[in-house]
């Protein structure tokens, strides 16, 4: 494995890639063009600029997060065929300089849902958290100005103003979309991009569901081993996998997250690796990584990540925020830099471990 961060970019990120390069065992960054907006064609001078930015930091591109897909090919519109050249055509530009790592996500309408961004805990932490009772009580047209204020003026990924300033017209474009279309629209997108997947060795990795369930009444797919096993069959191709996020599988306490992992040999290209602590089961917070400070062993995780073989990126997921730091909701240095320090060294035990 290759321990990584995700950093969105100059001008975006409050955190510089000098101090990323600082973190003992980091050696790569998962990151984006961050002002790509969804359906847009990455230029491949923008691809190489990023790149030797990232290299000047004594650091490599490990990999994107994300390559946002448009809301046309995820409801399957007659349009979506524009929309996926252009995402060849990214990929292709991807594959070219020499990126073979794409994290994206199947998610109708709104990416991951947190009803706050800021809750306290009792050592003063703050940290993003949900609560079913919340989402309950708001309309979805509401959701994003609530998210938008707690983010005090940060852009949060996936929650791009542009899009959701036309939330009812994105849901009216899911109205005849239920879980059973979007799977055949995933698989559309899928067969479409294997090709050049191929030919660049691209590995895609989609990203779960967070949370594991439907929201507002929209189709959710990427939630649990049965549903992955059936896109793993449906477009049986190795280039063809998961990213698996502990913190967003978690979230529903039926899926054994070791298990999951056991079960998806070879189809896991990315891992992102955090702990939620939950309060009642409509209730979670997001923890600090160290298992005792949540509700998964992490221990386990690393374990079985190790037992399959996982040689892709890892990278410690939303950290808590502390020390006064000011930072993008779950993007601080300091708690992802203890994240990483503490995967690595559990990393470290399994491995000498394993050659006993
Ligand atoms: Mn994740």
Same mark, same amino acid.
């Given at each position: 494995?290759?321990?990584?961060?995700?950093?969105?970019?100059?001008?975006?990120?409050?955190?510089?890639?000098?101090?990323?390069?600082?973190?003992?065992?980091?050696?790569?960054?998962?990151?984006?063009?961050?002002?790509?907006?969804?359906?847009?064609?990455?230029?491949?001078?923008?691809?190489?600029?990023?790149?030797?930015?990232?290299?000047?930091?004594?650091?490599?591109?490990?990999?994107?997060?994300?390559?946002?897909?448009?809301?046309?090919?995820?409801?399957?519109?007659?349009?979506?065929?524009?929309?996926?050249?252009?995402?060849?055509?990214?990929?292709?530009?991807?594959?070219?300089?020499?990126?073979?790592?794409?994290?994206?996500?199947?998610?109708?309408?709104?990416?991951?849902?947190?009803?706050?961004?800021?809750?306290?805990?009792?050592?003063?932490?703050?940290?993003?958290?949900?609560?079913?009772?919340?989402?309950?009580?708001?309309?979805?047209?509401?959701?994003?100005?609530?998210?938008?204020?707690?983010?005090?003026?940060?852009?949060?990924?996936?929650?791009?103003?542009?899009?959701?300033?036309?939330?009812?017209?994105?849901?009216?474009? *899911?109205?005849?979309?239920?879980?059973?279309? #979007?799977? @055949?629209?995933? !698989?559309?997108?899928?067969? &479409? /991009?294997?090709?050049?997947?191929?030919?660049?060795?691209?590995?895609?990795?989609?990203?779960?569901?967070?949370?594991?369930?439907?929201?507002?009444?929209?189709?959710?797919?990427?939630?649990?081993?049965?549903?992955?096993?059936?896109?793993?069959?449906?477009?049986?191709?190795?280039?063809?996998?998961?990213?698996?996020?502990?913190?967003? *599988?978690?979230?529903?306490?039926?899926?054994? #997250?070791? @298990?999951?992992? !056991?079960?998806?040999?070879? &189809? /896991?290209?990315?891992?992102?690796?955090?702990?939620?602590?939950?309060?009642?089961?409509?209730?979670?917070?997001?923890?600090?990584?160290?298992?005792?400070?949540?509700?998964?062993?992490?221990?386990?995780?690393?374990?079985?990540?190790?037992?399959?073989?996982?040689?892709?990126?890892?990278?410690?997921?939303?950290?808590?925020?502390?020390?006064?730091?000011?930072?993008?909701?779950?993007?601080?240095?300091?708690?992802?830099?203890?994240?990483?320090?503490?995967?690595?060294?559990?990393?470290?035990?399994?491995?000498?471990?394993?050659?006993?």
């Amino acid at each position: 494995m290759e321990m990584t961060l995700r950093w969105f970019g100059n001008g975006f990120d409050t955190v510089p890639l000098w101090k990323i390069r600082q973190i003992p065992g980091v050696t790569g960054v998962i990151t984006t063009l961050y002002d790509k907006e969804p359906g847009e064609v990455w230029e491949a001078a923008r691809i190489r600029a990023m790149k030797e930015e990232v290299e000047a930091a004594g650091l490599h591109v490990s990999g994107i997060e994300s390559v946002n897909v448009h809301d046309a090919i995820k409801a399957g519109t007659p349009d979506r065929d524009l929309y996926i050249d252009r995402y060849i055509e990214t990929l292709e530009n991807l594959g070219k300089e020499d990126i073979h790592l794409v994290c994206y996500n199947f998610m109708p309408v709104f990416d991951w849902t947190r009803t706050e961004l800021a809750r306290v805990r009792p050592d003063g932490s703050t940290v993003m958290a949900y609560n079913q009772q919340a989402v309950d009580a708001i309309r979805p047209s509401e959701m994003f100005d609530a998210m938008q204020k707690d983010a005090g003026g940060a852009r949060l990924a996936g929650w791009e103003p542009e899009r959701l300033a036309h939330t009812r017209e994105l849901f009216d474009m *899911y109205r005849d979309v239920d879980n059973e279309k #979007l799977f @055949e629209n995933l !698989r559309y997108f899928l067969e &479409r /991009i294997m090709p050049v997947c191929s030919e660049y060795d691209i590995r895609m990795a989609i990203h779960p569901d967070d949370p594991a369930w439907s929201v507002f009444g929209l189709p959710r797919i990427i939630t649990n081993i049965g549903n992955l096993r059936r896109m793993m069959e449906m477009v049986d191709d190795p280039h063809n996998g998961v990213t698996f996020c502990a913190g967003s *599988y978690g979230t529903n306490p039926e899926n054994d #997250l070791p @298990e999951m992992i !056991r079960a998806l040999p070879g &189809r /896991i290209h990315f891992a992102h690796v955090r702990n939620l602590k939950f309060n009642s089961p409509d209730d979670f917070e997001e923890a600090a990584h160290l298992s005792s400070d949540g509700s998964f062993d992490l221990y386990e995780i690393m374990k079985a990540l190790y037992d399959i073989g996982f040689d892709g990126p890892i990278r410690p997921d939303h950290g808590r925020m502390i020390w006064g730091e000011q930072a993008m909701p779950g993007y601080g240095l300091y708690d992802r830099a203890l994240g990483a320090m503490y995967l690595s060294g559990l990393w470290e035990a399994i491995e000498k471990a394993g050659r006993e």
